[in-house]
């Protein structure tokens, strides 16, 4: 079975601040993790996968297998990254699902 | 527009109701997912496509619940005898062939079941 764990639902803080959004995974194999995000009135849509390792809007997120983690990271939050943002993981295998967390609403203030 | 379009946008039915909800992928998109967010959750996985065939349905909560891809592109979610722990919002996502795990979403069908 996979499952992902978002263990918090909320996280404010002020803008120019650092922000860390805790992802932690179980799945017996080699997973994939990605992160989803969805602004106000749009579209769920990916922000970035683990296997990139690649910078989107500051956001930065390391699979860390020992602690089955994948926490998203960005040093200096922007007003405009306030939304809901998803963990989600794909096992192997090539008709693997998509399984999400909960979520964590990120809200900036100025 | 080329994004995933998903009717309606807003379904208001009674208990014990028939539902159908639609989705039309990315054109080429041969993957196509559906799931269901209830509020203050993540979206829960019910079904996926790849073709017309479903290559796992095991997110299905039950037998009333049903979905079709005839020519492997229009999905159809179908609900019978609706409850009223069956409202949520239904998302579909479609993805290239490679499966890689980058979904495009479609805006959602809200069902409320009074």
Redesign the interface.
Same mark, same amino acid.
């Given at each position: 079975a996979q499952r992902v764990t978002q263990p918090e639902k909320l996280l404010s803080v002020f803008k120019g601040a650092p922000v860390e959004l805790k992802c932690n995974y179980s799945y017996s194999g080699s997973p994939e993790l990605f992160w989803y995000v969805q602004y106000s009135r749009q579209r769920l849509q990916l922000l970035l996968r683990h296997i990139s390792r690649e910078s989107i809007k500051g956001f930065t997120a390391d699979l860390n297998k020992g602690e089955t983690s994948f926490h998203l990271k960005k040093p200096f939050a922007q007003e405009e990254d306030s939304a809901m943002y998803y963990c989600a993981l794909k096992g192997a295998g090539a008709n693997s699902k998509l399984t999400f967390g909960k979520g964590i609403t990120l809200s900036v203030r100025p | 527009g080329a994004?995933v379009s998903q009717t309606p946008s807003n379904k208001v039915t009674e208990k014990g109701k028939y539902v159908e909800l639609r989705c039309d992928p990315i054109s080429g998109h041969t993957a196509l997912?559906w799931?269901r967010q209830s509020l203050?959750?993540?979206?829960?996985?019910l079904i996926?496509f790849?073709g017309t065939g479903a290559?796992?349905d095991?997110?299905l909560p039950n037998d009333r619940f049903f979905a079709v891809r005839p020519e492997g592109s229009v999905s159809t979610l179908k609900i019978q005898r609706t409850e009223r722990g069956d409202s949520a919002v239904y998302?579909c996502?479609s993805s290239s062939a490679a499966?890689? !795990? *980058?979904?495009?979403? !479609? *805006?959602g069908s809200r069902l409320t079941v009074l």
């Amino acid at each position: 079975a996979q499952r992902v764990t978002q263990p918090e639902k909320l996280l404010s803080v002020f803008k120019g601040a650092p922000v860390e959004l805790k992802c932690n995974y179980s799945y017996s194999g080699s997973p994939e993790l990605f992160w989803y995000v969805q602004y106000s009135r749009q579209r769920l849509q990916l922000l970035l996968r683990h296997i990139s390792r690649e910078s989107i809007k500051g956001f930065t997120a390391d699979l860390n297998k020992g602690e089955t983690s994948f926490h998203l990271k960005k040093p200096f939050a922007q007003e405009e990254d306030s939304a809901m943002y998803y963990c989600a993981l794909k096992g192997a295998g090539a008709n693997s699902k998509l399984t999400f967390g909960k979520g964590i609403t990120l809200s900036v203030r100025p | 527009g080329a994004g995933v379009s998903q009717t309606p946008s807003n379904k208001v039915t009674e208990k014990g109701k028939y539902v159908e909800l639609r989705c039309d992928p990315i054109s080429g998109h041969t993957a196509l997912y559906w799931y269901r967010q209830s509020l203050g959750q993540g979206p829960e996985f019910l079904i996926y496509f790849q073709g017309t065939g479903a290559a796992d349905d095991s997110g299905l909560p039950n037998d009333r619940f049903f979905a079709v891809r005839p020519e492997g592109s229009v999905s159809t979610l179908k609900i019978q005898r609706t409850e009223r722990g069956d409202s949520a919002v239904y998302l579909c996502a479609s993805s290239s062939a490679a499966n890689t !795990g *980058e979904l495009f979403f !479609g *805006e959602g069908s809200r069902l409320t079941v009074l």
